[in-house]
């Protein structure tokens, strides 16, 4: 089955800098990669999503490339602000139907003031 | 908010009994997915259910089931309780199935003792 593979486990930014976490998947069937954020006490929030048809996609401050020929993924946030501070979390899944997400393990981004 | 709403937020329970977790996908939505979330573990993907029929099945166990209603709601099932199953179970919702995005509730944090 599909294996995701997430790094740092823990980063730390300063306010106003760009933070990038980075993911390897093992399938090379997946297609569908999101990205999601987790704050304390809550459901994980889906922030960026990218199709294995595009290279790059870009919402605001966030930013996810894809490059599917080595397999992987990474989610870029420049001018971090203290809000960004949580757990995220990277996925893949084939799609297809049948499309539960195999989830990385998650960084916690610390954004200091 | 998601639009996902899952019942009870928390559920204290002993080992060896049984318990029912409960999940509302968003307006709309067909798909439905149950997700485990534990320190040891990270987020793991259990089953999906499209428009009532099971449609995949992750890492779920035996012990464990479900069922997707008429009216398009879920219910997670847990027998014989273990203090392993300890967890936050989350359910997610998508229009359809097969690349879309899912959207997850709020968590029920189950606690075995």
């Known amino acids: 089955g599909e294996n995701v593979e997430q790094h740092p486990s823990t980063l730390s930014v300063q306010e106003g800098d760009s933070a990038v976490i980075k993911c390897t998947y093992s399938?090379?069937?997946?297609?569908?990669f999101p990205w999601y954020k987790q704050e304390l006490g809550k459901g994980p929030q889906l922030i960026i999503d990218?199709?294995?048809?595009?290279g790059e996609k870009k919402d605001q401050r966030i930013a996810v490339t894809l490059n599917k020929t080595a397999k992987h993924f990474s989610l870029h946030i420049t001018e971090t602000q203290p809000e960004d501070s949580a757990v995220y979390f990277c996925?893949?899944?084939?799609?297809?139907?049948?499309?539960?997400?195999?989830f990385g393990k998650g960084t916690h981004l610390i954004i200091q003031p | 908010d998601s639009g996902v709403t899952q019942t009870p937020k928390h559920l204290i329970t002993a080992t060896g009994q049984r318990v029912t977790l409960r999940c509302s996908p968003r307006?709309?939505?067909?798909?439905v997915y149950w997700y485990q979330q534990s320190l040891d573990q990270g987020l793991q993907f259990l089953i999906q259910?499209?428009?009532?029929?099971?449609?995949a099945k992750g890492n779920i166990l035996e012990r464990f089931s479900a069922q997707q209603f008429p009216d398009l709601h879920s219910e997670l099932n847990l027998s014989s309780l273990e203090l392993g199953d300890s967890a936050l179970y989350f359910c997610?919702?998508?229009?359809?199935?097969?690349?879309?995005?899912?959207?997850f509730g709020p968590g029920t944090r189950l606690t075995v003792l």
């Open positions: 997610a919702s998508s229009a359809r199935a097969g690349y879309n995005e899912q959207f």
């Open positions: 996925a893949a899944s084939r799609g297809g139907g049948a499309d539960g997400l195999t």
């Open positions: 259910y499209y428009n009532g029929e099971e449609r």
């Open positions: 990218i199709r294995s048809n595009v």
């Open positions: 399938d090379s069937a997946s297609n569908y």
């Open positions: 307006s709309g939505d067909l798909s």
